[in-house]
């Protein structure tokens, strides 16, 4: 079973044991064009579900990335500060923003797994 889940908000959330890795979908990528820019939060910081937990800036808009569950800021993708490229290449992947150590593994139940994103996706447009 995969352990991938999406928000409305086009966010990824991939759980590895206490720690969810976020990042934005390959749609969000998409709509915002070229990543400029990356605002990463401090490690230590405690986000709560529904927190801003990174801005990013592209050519056409700067957004929030929200943290999809709360917990500590454990990791941060300094990689993005030098090559905020990296979202729009890998967006699940290299292009990652942070990472959380959660504070209540059950939040990931009221999140999209991957079929019912694409679903949304195909309702959204």
Known sequence: MST?????????????????TIGITN????????????????VGKEVA??????VVESVKAASEVYAPVAGEVVEVNEALTDAPDKVNE?????????????????ALDGLMDEDAYKAFLEESA
Do not use: C, N
């Open 49 to 54: 579900a529904g927190d801003e937990a990174a």
């Open 4 to 20: 991938l889940r999406y928000t409305k908000d086009h966010e990824w959330i991939r759980l590895d044991g206490e720690t969810a």
């Open 90 to 106: 890998d967006p699940q992947g290299d292009g990652w923003f942070v990472k959380i150590k959660l504070a209540d593994k059950s």
């Open 27 to 42: 749609y969000a990528q998409e709509q915002l064009g070229d990543v400029v820019f990356v605002e990463l939060p401090e």
